[in-house]
Structures are given as structure tokens and as C-alpha cells.
């Protein structure tokens, strides 16, 4: 089955990072895979654009179907391979509404990370458009959505929708994940950094560990003050 997957990737990519988690949660090992460099901007090659015209990592290809979007890739590989691995939506009403809700949140939670990276290295924003106040302000966006998700998993079980492990920690560890990457407090954040140290020592995550982090495995101090 896997031998039938084709999946083009870009390390650190949190997008990608979620299929591949779910492919290694889904025991679907030995697909076809390439790494793409998105710094030297490879993600805009015709090998990618044929396949996704977007230019945009992942992209992902199971037999004649393509689903390049990080979720609907996560939700396709749980519909066809429900009987295999992991089960990753839950059962109960309960635990399935707070799966879905934290999932779709986790949408916003890696818009309000990603405006800080981008204007703090200067990706993507020229230089004329650059404003301090308007740093300020997406990083106390950032404060308030992370005061979110700290009150979130107070609430729970070790994991985002409950006691299992479902499709919303596919999908929201690796922003958590880049979090601490780039220099996020434990000490000032306990929850996440509790959840971000017990599912960085899952095997999916292990497997799928951003390879250039373990070759240059030193935190960056990019959110040491958030």
C-alpha cells in the first residue's frame, strides 16, 4: 500500500510534519519520499508544481489522488487505513467534538507563530514593511493563544482530546514542537512544555524528527521572551 505513496517534504515544515506523523502512526512505512530545501526555495521546482500547483509543501500522492493539504492528507490516511495503526479519531461524542474543535483551532494557533517568525527573520516581509508596533503586536497575539492552550491541557488527560492520542496531537504537536525549537520557556509555559516532552519521545515523533534539527539539535532564543 505505502509503496503506492508519494510524498514530497520540507524538514521543520510543520504542514509536513503532520503527514509524516500520521503515515508513521498509520504503520505506513516505505512510501516514496524526496526532501525538498525550502531555503533554497526547491518547494517552487516543476517536480513539485506538477503535482501541487501552489508550490507549496507537503505534497502528497496515494495512487491517482492528491491531497497536498496538510489536514485533509491526515483525515484521508485515517479514512483508508482505519483498521491499521493507530486509531486516531476516537469513538466517544465527547472526545471526538473536543478532537475536531482543538484541531481547527490549531489552524490559528500556527498562523499566530508563524507572524512572529516571519517578522522577526524577516521572511516574507519586506524590509519597508516591517513596523515594531506591529511585531509588538502579533507577539502579544502569540502570549494570549498560548495562555489559551496552557488552560486547554489543564483540562485534559495527557493528550489534547483526552487519554488517547488522536489526529489533533498529529496535527498541533508540530507547531508545539517548533515552539520550543525556537526557544519557548517550559518553566513559564509548564503544560506545553510537559506535552511537548512526553510526545517528543513518541515513536511517530521520533521517526519524523526534523532531520536538520538533529544535525544541529541547539535551541534558537527567537521566543525566550514570549
Known amino acids: 500500500m505505502a509503496k503506492d ?9 510543520p504542514p509536513c510534519w503532520r503527514v509524516l506523523i500520521a503515515l508513521e502512526e498509520k504503520s505506513l512505512q516505505g512510501y516514496n519520499q524526496k526532501l525538498f530545501s525550502l531555503e533554497k526555495l526547491e518547494h517552487k521546482f516543476k517536480e513539485v508544481l506538477d503535482i501541487n500547483p501552489r508550490g507549496q509543501l507537503p505534497t502528497f500522492k496515494h495512487g491517482d ?6 489536514y485533509a492528507a491526515c483525515f484521508y490516511l485515517e479514512s483508508q487505513f482505519k483498521s491499521q495503526g493507530t486509531k486516531l479519531i476516537p469513538d466517544g461524542p465527547a472526545e ?10 490549531g489552524l490559528t494557533f500556527y498562523e499566530k507563530l508563524n507572524v512572529v517568525i516571519y517578522y522577526t527573520f524577516n521572511w516574507f516581509v519586506p524590509e519597508g514593511e516591517r513596523h515594531e508596533s506591529a511585531l509588538k503586536r502579533n507577539k502579544e497575539a502569540l502570549v494570549s493563544e498560548l495562555k489559551l492552550w496552557e488552560s486547554y491541557l489543564q483540562k485534559v488527560c495527557s493528550y489534547l482530546a483526552g487519554p488517547s ?9 508540530p507547531t508545539v514542537g517548533t515552539l520550543f525549537r525556537f526557544g519557548l520557556s517550559p518553566e513559564r509555559y509548564p503544560k506545553l512544555g510537559e506535552y511537548y516532552n ?29
Do not use: C
Open 5 to 13: 505513496m508519494t510524498l514530497l517534504w520540507g524538514s521543520g515544515s
Open 65 to 70: 489522488n492528491v491531497i497536498n493539504e496538510s
Open 96 to 105: 471526538q467534538a473536543l478532537m475536531y474543535q482543538r484541531m481547527f483551532e
Open 165 to 173: 492520542f488522536t489526529l489533533a496531537d498529529v496535527v498541533i504537536f
Open 198 to 226: 512526553l510526545l517528543k519521545e513518541r515513536p511517530s515523533v521520533k521517526a519524523s524528527w526534523p532531520p536538520h534539527w538533529l544535525e544541529n539539535p541547539k535551541r534558537l532564543d527567537t521566543l525566550k521572551d514570549i
